[in-house]
């Protein structure tokens, strides 16, 4: 399968602030994510990706708070805006259509850890 | 949306026991994925198994869609086993969209 990295790994930013993280697969992919995982808790879908349009967001995520740009089908990038404590988390992007399993298997990529003061 | 429940929430075990993790799942789904966190966030993909029986290794999976649960068989467990795992389901009519259950916290002693 595809390989996907994230940048930052990690970062510790002040509220009030926004962070940008980017999600790159080595091959072109149909379908991208993005995740959150609040501190010991599952993961809940944020939004998909869509190449060339505009995200499309899950129920309790809105643009203004977590812009995504798709420029191309290997490139996504999520911003967390205006960053409060309550933001900590890690943010997770994953792609479908690169499996061999499955036509819509989906793989994570490592995550970027973010922490809020 | 799909509620997805995983039990137990917590498994403690000695190496070399087995052990059942069980997925719930209330709709028909396109897809189901198991996926083990390890202890620093990253996900690995066990299985893609939306119907049926894998094998990988010491770690087995059947998924029986008709009755809308799936069960991952972990055999002589070891401490590298420990982390937490993840059940996901793709609703029938929510392409790519993952609904993830709340996990199995594994420890394996030694």
């Known amino acids: 399968s595809a390989v996907i990295s994230q940048k930052p790994s990690r970062d510790i930013c002040q509220r009030g602030t926004s962070l940008t993280i980017q999600c790159q697969v080595d091959s072109q992919v149909t379908m991208m994510f993005w995740y959150r995982q609040q501190p010991g808790q599952s993961l809940t879908l944020i939004a998909t990706a869509n190449q060339g349009s505009e995200a499309t967001y899950e129920s309790g995520f809105v643009i203004d708070k977590f812009p995504i740009s798709r420029p191309n089908l290997t490139f996504s990038t999520l911003t967390v805006s205006n960053m409060s404590p309550e933001d900590s988390s890690i943010y997770l992007c994953?792609?479908?259509?690169?499996?061999?399993?499955?036509?819509?298997?989906?793989?994570f990529g490592p995550g970027t850890r973010l922490t809020v003061l | 949306g799909i509620q997805v429940e995983q039990s137990p929430p917590d498994l403690i075990l000695q190496e070399g026991a087995n052990s059942t993790l069980r997925c719930n799942f209330s709709d028909s789904v396109n897809n189901l994925q198991w996926f083990h966190q390890n202890p620093w966030g990253q996900l690995i993909n066990l299985f893609y198994i939306p119907s049926g029986t894998k094998q990988n290794g010491r770690l087995s999976a059947t998924t029986v869609a008709t009755e809308r649960y799936s069960l991952l068989y972990i055999s002589s467990s070891q401490t590298t086993d420990s982390g937490v795992y993840f059940c996901a389901v793709e609703r029938s009519d929510s392409w790519g969209k993952l609904q993830f259950g709340a996990g199995t916290q594994v420890v394996v002693t030694p």
């Open positions: 994953s792609f479908a259509g690169g499996g061999t399993s499955g036509y819509n298997e989906q793989f």
